[in-house]
């Protein structure tokens, strides 16, 4: 018997797969249209539930790690804001005196 390889799908086709299953379309319709496999689907969909859904070759994103992400962002837009206020003031005190 042959191993069948692997196969990588799009992050959005996974999510257009399990939106199908929630909104009221059986495992065995999406899995016949697509041509998925049974218990692909289904691992799919738990780790949707779960909060774990990953595209593929990615890591698991969670709620947690999105906001750490974000705050990490802000933090080095405020730091370069406030650099550009120092130099700004230290630019008009020089012309003051």
Known sequence: MKKIPKQAYTAEFKELAVKRVKDGESIAVVV???????????????????????????????????????????????????EIIKKAAAYFTRDVL
């Open 32 to 82: 016949k249209e697509l041509g998925l496999g049974d218990q692909t689907l289904r691992n799919w969909v738990k780790a949707a539930a779960e909060g774990k859904f990953k595209g593929a070759g990615s890591k698991v994103v969670t709620l947690e790690a999105m906001e750490l992400s974000r705050l990490r962002a802000e933090n080095a837009r405020l730091k370069r804001e406030n």
